[in-house]
Nanobody
Framework: QVQLVESGGGLAQAGGSLRLSCAAS????????MGWFRQAPGKEREFVAA????????YYAESVKGRFTISRDNAKNTVYLQMNSLKPEDTAVYYC?????????????????WGQGTQVTVSS
């Protein structure tokens, strides 16, 4: 089992920045690729970004490419999502997820463990 706890959400103005963190505990964190997803009210959960176990490979949704950066610190068992140039349409609950298999993927069903989510609200 892997337990994931997100933090860092809150209210930001359009054009502003937030940094989300996801702390992992349980099994060896560096064995897992990590991803961030989000879900806005009335919408399906959507992929945001993923990072390989080593941190050397990343993958982004087109909607956040160039604005968001995913990274990880395996010594701290933590994955981050730096969000810059925020837009009102970025408003959602953000979830981190762990995948215990090789390869990066945008499919939620390919992830094994999920956090409880953190709310991000961007005002115009």
């Amino acid at each position: 089992q892997v337990q994931l706890v997100e933090s860092g959400g809150g209210l930001a103005q359009a054009g502003g920045s937030l940094r989300l963190s996801c702390a992992a505990s349980g099994r060896t964190f560096s064995n897992y690729a990590m991803g961030w997803f989000r879900q806005a009210p009335g919408k399906e959960r959507e992929f945001v970004a993923a990072v390989s176990w080593s941190g050397s490979s990343t993958y982004y949704a087109e909607s956040v490419k160039g604005r968001f950066t995913i990274s990880r610190d395996n010594a701290k068992n933590t994955v981050y999502l730096q969000m810059n140039s925020l837009k009102p349409e970025d408003t959602a609950v953000y979830y981190c997820a762990a995948r215990g298999r090789y390869g990066l993927t945008s499919y939620a069903q390919h992830y094994d463990y999920w956090g409880q989510g953190t709310q991000v609200t961007v005002s115009s």
